[in-house]
C-alpha cells in the first residue's frame, strides 16, 4: 500500500476526529479555515486512502460488568498453525484483540471477562483446549493508565520526524 501524504489540514481533521468522531465537518471546517464540503472531500478522501477506517462507539467494558482485563501471550507447538488457531480464538467473545508477535510467545491476546473465575474459565476450558495451543501465560491489568488512538502530529508543532532532519 502506498504512503499517503497528509497535509496539515489533514492532520488538523484527523486530530479533532481523534478527540470527537462526532463532531460536525461543519465545526471542523471553521476550525481549519475551509468549507464544511472542503472537509467532506477530504474526509472521504482519507477514507479511500486507508488513514481512516471508520469510526466507532467505544463502550467501557467495566460498564457491562467486565471488570477484569488480561493480557495472555500464546506460545504455539508448530508456528505455521497460526492461522488455524487465530480462526479458533476469534471464537470466543471474549477476546478483544489477538497481536502475532516476536519474542517468545507467538501471540499476545486481550481479554474482557466479569472476575477471575471467568477468566480461568476462557482460560482451561476454552483456550487450552484449542489445537497447537502450547502454552499461555496470563498478565492481569491492574489499571489502564493511558488509552489513546494512535498519534497525529499536532498541527500546532512541530513532527518528530522534522526534528530528525
Not at 27 to 38: K, L, Q, Y
Not at 122 to 145: C, F, G, H, R, V
Request: aromatic letters at 8%; proline letters at 2%; hydrophobic letters at 40%.
Amino acid at each position: 500500500m502506498a504512503t499517503y501524504h497528509i497535509d496539515q489540514i489533514d492532520q488538523k481533521i484527523l486530530s479533532f476526529l481523534i478527540n470527537n468522531a462526532r463532531m460536525p465537518f461543519l465545526e471542523i471546517a471553521r476550525e481549519c479555515g475551509v468549507s464544511g464540503a472542503a472537509i467532506h472531500q477530504r474526509v472521504k478522501r482519507l477514507e479511500s486512502n486507508g488513514v481512516i477506517s471508520g469510526s466507532r462507539l467505544m463502550v467501557k467494558p467495566q460498564a457491562l460488568g467486565l471488570n477484569v482485563c488480561a493480557f495472555i501471550s500464546v506460545t504455539l507447538s508448530e508456528a505455521n498453525k497460526y492461522p488455524e488457531v487465530v480462526s479458533n480464538l476469534r471464537k470466543i467473545a471474549e477476546i478483544v484483540e489477538c497481536h502475532f508477535v516476536t519474542g517468545k510467545a507467538a501471540l499476545l491476546v486481550k481479554v474482557y471477562c466479569f472476575d477471575n473465575d471467568h477468566l480461568m474459565e476462557i482460560l482451561l476450558n476454552t483456550m487450552q483446549k484449542i489445537p497447537y495451543i502450547q502454552s499461555t501465560e496470563t498478565m492481569i491489568s491492574l489499571d489502564q493508565a493511558i488509552e489513546r488512538q494512535v498519534w497525529v502530529k499536532d498541527y500546532k508543532h512541530t513532527s518528530y520526524q522534522e526534528t530528525k532532519r
